[in-house]
């Protein structure tokens, strides 16, 4: 089993950028395909991003695509999400998952393990 914690939310102004990192402890995070997920206020949970166990293999989906890029470190058993030219429609709690298959997914339901979540709050 693997634990998740998540970091590095906050409020900023649209336009803006924040790296959210989740650091793995338990299992190592290289055994599993991670992925990050939001859920804003009223709305259905939504996975914006998944990269395989190698990290050579990463997916989007179209709200995100060309502004949100996910990697990861399996040396330091940590998962990133970079956010570049946020806007008030990305505001959510995000969550880091992991999915014990080996294939990025955007599928919410197949990620096995979580995260408490991090706030993200843009700003018009």
């Known amino acids: 089993q693997v634990q998740l914690v998540e970091s590095g939310g906050g409020l900023v102004q649209a336009g803006g950028s924040l790296r959210l990192s989740c650091a793995a402890s338990g299992r190592t995070a290289s055994a599993y395909a991670m992925g990050w997920i939001r859920q804003a206020p009223g709305k259905e949970r939504e996975c914006v991003a998944g990269?395989?166990?190698?990290?050579?293999?990463?997916l989007y989906a179209e709200a995100v695509k060309g502004r949100f890029t996910i990697s990861r470190d399996n040396a330091k058993n940590t998962v990133y999400l970079q956010m570049n030219s946020l806007k008030p429609e990305d505001t959510a709690v995000y969550y880091c998952?992991?999915?014990?298959?080996?294939?990025?997914?955007?599928?919410?339901?197949?990620?096995?393990?979580w995260g408490q979540g991090t706030q993200v709050t843009v700003s018009s």
């Open positions: 990269i395989s166990r190698s990290g050579f293999t990463t």
């Open positions: 998952a992991a999915d014990l298959g080996h294939s990025p997914t955007l599928r919410s339901e197949a990620y096995d393990f």
